[in-house]
């Protein structure tokens, strides 16, 4: 955060930074909480979450608060007395505090720029300052006072703000163990808090006594249909059309196995909160609960036992390096160039198959629409050509990359949208909760030396012990923090030299390749040989992530002509960019002619090169 210390300097306070003696309240703030017309279900706790904001921010800087400014159900828009506010600036211009914090520019003035310029004007003779925690800003410094302006003359049009309002709100609620959305299937909400459904919790509850009596997920769901219980969809929706909602239309009411897993896996059914499918804990480090649950802590530990139990384990298999793994979602895929490749006439999936017999098998892929009979133009390209040429394309344009260039955004998205959300979650999740541990350490210094609630012996070993709890509890988190280890970057310099590189890209695990190969590659179009008037290396487009994926080509016609393709193909084996090709090698790049063919006219052109290098 810049603090523009010259700027102080400048205004005639030599203090460099909270605390210096030039302010006679030196780091000293308040925090200022407003309401507004919030929709009524975010109302409640709207002040707590302004407050643990402000209380945050003020600790990263040192700063005590000593005073709070509150307004309630007061719109900041309107010209009307807001004491609070007022009372605020007073504090400030009368050097009672150094520092008021703010939530966000438009909990403290949505009239604009003009009226919010003359309020920092004051506070810069008084060596006040307001520190907009959202948007981190500090009135002090002279970069942050034009953008406090901007966003003054935006926040009279709210709307934006509500979302990052919302998401506070809930963040909020799960620390407080409070459930402050739709119901979940199994319970109804009192008072925020979960509580079982008298009819829904005995279905959760036979699922899980039939599962963990040895049925399987799809039996349990048929069981169900069966008894004709609606899903867990069907009742929560049929509830938002009563409502008068307007909902997507679902596909079936009935239990599928993956709903049935849904019921089983689910914090919830245990009354625990959760984030992104992550337990939320409290500062002890205990799941936080929202209610009562349909099952025990236990319970849901043996489910998740049972679970971990059934998935199945790879025994068997060609590639020695899956015996042992789990299967995962579905089956894992096989070649490189699966899910990948996609014929550029038809935009279908090509299938990777095996052509010739014995030894001289080889590998292509093909249309699969064509490999069908559904009629499409195109054709098959050889297995082993097609995924060198990704992966050549694929280095060669990432070594090209320029830091700003458009793909390594793509990337970087994509990285994060894949590698992430889990460590960055429980990152997330773990300072919070030790900046919450800090300030009960501080409150409890607070209470004893400067609020003097600790004076006789008994009350002193009490809070002895609570400071060593609080101590523990500091500890544990920053050591679970630490273990988190550095925040993962993603450098493409570094990819390039290691996984990318050629003699460890041939030892990567496949599913590592196809990981790398998804970060940057939407799309690999395949075209057919044109009747051989086009070469191999026009034949692959390699659709990059920063870019458009063309439209499919129904219509290629031309004479079928495989001189110019197999001339292509020489020159590249001349040039030393591929090993000599066989007949039938050839044949199955190009696609439309025969073996001897192919032999023949690769011959000749050898002679025709061969004779043309002769002096
Ligand atoms: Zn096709």
Same mark, same amino acid.
């Given at each position: ?247 997507? #239309? ?36 205990? #799941? ?328």
């Amino acid at each position: 955060m810049a603090v523009s210390r010259e700027h102080r300097a400048a205004g005639g306070h030599a203090s460099p930074a909270a605390g210096g003696p030039a302010h006679p309240a030196a780091g000293l703030g308040g925090d200022y909480i407003r309401l507004s017309d919030m929709p009524v279900d975010y109302d409640p706790f709207s002040p707590d979450t302004q407050r643990r904001i402000c209380r945050q921010a003020a600790d990263q800087r040192g700063v005590k608060l000593v005073s709070e400014f509150v307004d309630l159900d007061l719109s900041a828009r309107k010209d009307i007395y807001r004491p609070g506010y007022e009372d605020g600036i007073k504090a400030l211009v009368n050097q009672e505090i150094e520092y008021l914090f703010v939530p966000t520019v438009d909990r403290f003035s949505r009239r604009g720029m003009g009226q919010v310029g003359l309020v920092l004007d004051e506070l810069e003779k008084a060596g006040g300052r307001i520190i907009f925690v959202k948007e981190g800003l500090d009135s002090a410094d002279p970069n942050s006072r034009l953008i406090i302006g901007v966003l003054a003359e935006r926040a009279r049009g709210e709307s934006d703000q509500i979302s990052w309002r919302v998401q506070q709100f809930h963040e909020t609620t799960r620390r407080m163990g409070l459930w402050a959305r739709v119901r979940p299937y199994g319970y109804v909400v009192e008072d925020y808090r979960l509580k079982p459904h008298p009819g829904e919790a005995l279905v959760v509850r036979g699922i899980v006594d039939e599962f963990l009596d040895g049925a399987a997920l799809r039996a349990i769901a048929g069981r169900l249909n069966d008894d004709g219980v609606p899903c867990p969809k069907a009742v929560i929706q049929a509830e938002a059309v009563a409502k008068g909602h307007r909902v997507k #239309p679902l596909r079936t009411t009935k239990w599928s196995y993956i709903a049935v897993r849904g019921i089983l896996t689910a914090p919830v059914t245990a009354a625990l909160v959760s984030h992104n499918r992550q337990l939320v804990y409290d500062e002890n480090g205990d #799941p936080i609960s929202c209610g009562e649950g349909i099952l025990t802590l236990g319970e849901r530990a043996r489910v998740l036992a049972e679970l971990e139990r059934r998935r199945a384990t790879v025994r068997n298999a060609k590639d020695v390096g899956r015996i042992g793994m789990h299967t995962g979602g579905g089956r894992p895929a096989k070649y490189l160039g699966t899910g990948f490749a996609r014929c550029g006439h038809c935009h279908g999936a090509m299938n990777r198959t095996f052509v010739g017999a014995g030894d001289k098998q080889h590998g292509v892929y093909r249309c699969a629409r064509k490999g069908r009979g559904q009629g499409c133009r195109g054709g098959s390209i050889m297995a082993d050509a097609l995924e060198n040429e990704i992966v050549w394309r694929y280095t060669a344009r990432l070594a090209a990359c320029e830091p700003d260039d458009p793909l390594v955004d793509a990337i970087a998205e994509r990285w994060l949208s894949q590698a992430l959300p889990a460590s960055e979650a429980d990152r997330k999740r773990l300072s919070d909760a030790l900046e919450v541990a800090k300030r009960r350490i501080k409150d409890l210094y607070d209470d004893r030396y400067e609020r003097h609630m600790f004076e006789r012996p008994e009350d002193l070993a009490d809070w002895e012990e609570r400071v060593t709890r609080a101590r523990l509890q500091r500890d544990a988190l920053q050591a679970r923090l630490d273990a988190l280890g550095p925040r993962e970057t993603l450098d493409i310099g570094g990819l390039l030299e290691t996984e990318l590189s050629n003699e460890a890209w041939k030892q990567t695990p496949l599913e590592r390749q196809r990981d790398l190969l998804r970060l940057g590659v939407k799309v690999v179009l395949v075209y057919n040989a044109k009747r051989g008037q086009r070469a191999i290396s026009d034949r692959i487009l390699v659709v990059f992530a920063d870019e458009e994926v063309p439209e499919p080509v129904p219509d290629d016609d031309a004479p079928q002509d495989a001189r110019p393709l197999i001339a292509a193909l020489v020159a590249e084996e001349r040039a030393g960019a591929r090993a000599p090709l066989t007949g039938r090698e050839a044949a199955a790049t190009i696609g439309f002619i025969k073996e001897r063919q192919a032999q023949k006219l690769l011959a000749e052109e050898r002679t025709k090169r061969a004779q043309g290098n002769q002096p």
